[in-house]
């Protein structure tokens, strides 16, 4: 059976009526910012994270989504998931209380270790951006 993300199926709507948030803590605080990182966003625009997962999250402040590869990035935190659920571009992000971007797509460079979640934003480090551990952090 094909993809129907692969097949446009879903065109710009997506399928998800009403969802939970995914909740998590910062476990890990990164720091640093490349210019030619080369991420490749994978076409599906949802994922979903179930608790106890740990995966890494990185800000872009390029305009890009599903499909498409991301160079300008700054690491911000791996995070714990402690409520799983589906997440899916576009839904808001939360570190801290503080609205950090909304999600452009995932890369899967390092599965099935973790999932890279990408984040539209400004490109700002997590120690930039004051983050610490155990920051509770919110998606959707």
Same mark, same amino acid.
């Given at each position: 059976m094909a993809d129907p993300y692969a097949r446009n199926m879903f065109g710009p709507n997506n399928p998800y009526f009403a969802k939970r948030p995914v909740k998590g803590k910062v476990v890990v605080v990164l720091d640093g910012a490349y210019d030619d990182r080369g991420l490749a966003l994978i076409k %599906? %625009?949802?994922?979903?994270?179930?608790?106890?997962?740990i995966h890494e999250l990185i800000v872009t402040d390029e305009h890009k989504g599903p499909g498409e590869t991301?160079?300008?990035i700054a690491y911000?935190?791996?995070?714990? #998931?402690?409520?799983?659920?589906? #997440? &899916?571009?576009?839904?808001p992000v939360v570190i801290g209380g503080k609205q950090v971007g909304k999600i452009a797509g995932y890369d899967e460079t390092h599965m099935p270790n973790h999932l890279n979640? &990408?984040?539209a934003g400004d490109k700002v480090s997590g120690k930039d951006q004051g983050f610490r551990l155990k920051d509770d952090i919110i998606i959707g």
């Open positions: %599906p %625009p949802s994922r979903a994270l179930i608790a106890g997962e991301v160079n300008r911000l935190a791996f995070i714990e #998931i402690t409520q799983g659920s589906v #997440i &899916v571009s576009g839904d979640i &990408v984040l």
